[in-house]
């Protein structure tokens, strides 16, 4: 029993992960309509960057910030130079884009920084009081981060204009424009706002699956079928996913099917979702009169 307790404490952990990267699909999702497939390759370079800020000497905490700021800038700069231009083109052109943003990501981390596994300090000490034999204090914290950052955006997009803003230009953009919001300017703090996302999830899966180019391939996977699960333009409905798939990935994986097949069960989750429920279950269901 306590090794079942133990096993669902831990999927919570790395569902929090997932759940943060779900929320930043999620946000891109609202604002293009399409899946950014580099996400995963993005939330890796900036995990990379805080590493670099971390060997020149700055405080955890120091670089932490910084390197959410650089990731803001750097997804607001990618939304600008290469996405907007992107807006009239052709479905399959943009999901080139995305795989080209990921293979341009990827590889200049391997190049900048090497393939050599290196590891990554936890913010949380592994001795805090509030770590226990069935979860350590790095998945209490990172469960914390996962559920302060919900309820931050939450409260932005619920309460501030700036927020409203942001949801009406994703929702209507041609309505928003004719009350006088800048739609251009909201997808790009949409996208800015995904990328700091992005990287404060690769800061807090990093001290556990070490800092590789290839660090984030399984989690995007993972974060993409919580994504589905939740419904793809729901951030409430992804972090559920998120959690969900968390648990089922390390029950799954320790009883089931064994660590070596634990990935299959995010494809299996992705089609079953699909077939059974494309719109998941907290998304929205979209009915076109013709």
């Known amino acids: 029993m306590n090794e079942l307790l133990h096993q669902t404490l831990s999927g919570l952990a790395t569902g929090g992960i997932y759940a943060s990267v779900a929320l930043a699909l999620v946000m891109i999702y609202q604002a293009t309509h399409h899946i950014n497939f580099a996400q995963g390759e ?41 996405i907007r231009p992107m807006h009239s083109a052709p479905e399959l052109s943009v999901v080139v884009v995305f795989i080209g943003l990921l ?24 001795g805090a009081w509030y770590g226990s034999q069935l979860m350590s ?45 800048s739609v251009g300017r909201m997808l790009m703090l949409g996208w800015g706002l995904a990328g700091a996302i992005g990287a404060v999830a690769g800061m807090m899966v990093a001290p556990v699956v070490f800092l590789d180019p290839n660090m984030m391939t399984g989690v995007l996977l993972y974060a993409f079928a919580g994504a589905l699960i939740g419904g793809i333009d729901n951030p409430v409905g992804a972090v559920l996913g998120g959690f969900i798939v968390g648990v089922l990935e390390n029950l799954m994986g320790s009883y089931v099917v064994g660590t070596e097949l634990k990935l299959t069960v995010a494809l299996v989750l992705i089609v079953g979702v699909l077939i059974v429920r494309p719109s998941g279950l907290l998304g929205k269901k979209i009915v076109t009169r013709v």
């Open 42 to 82: 993005m939330a890796m370079f900036s995990t990379f960057l805080a590493w670099m800020l971390l060997d020149a000497g700055l405080p955890y905490w120091g670089a932490f910030a910084l390197t959410v700021v650089l990731s803001f800038v750097l997804a607001a700069a990618i939304e600008f130079a290469v």
């Open 137 to 181: 204090a790095h998945e209490v914290g990172a469960i914390f981060v996962a559920l302060v950052m919900v309820a931050l955006l939450f409260s932005f997009f619920r309460f501030t204009p700036l927020g409203l803003a942001m949801r009406a230009a994703a929702q209507n953009a041609n309505s928003s424009r004719l009350v006088g919001i």
């Open 103 to 126: 293979v341009i990501f990827h590889s200049l981390a391997g190049w900048l920084f090497g393939y050599t596994i290196k590891t990554f300090p936890s913010p949380f000490p592994a």
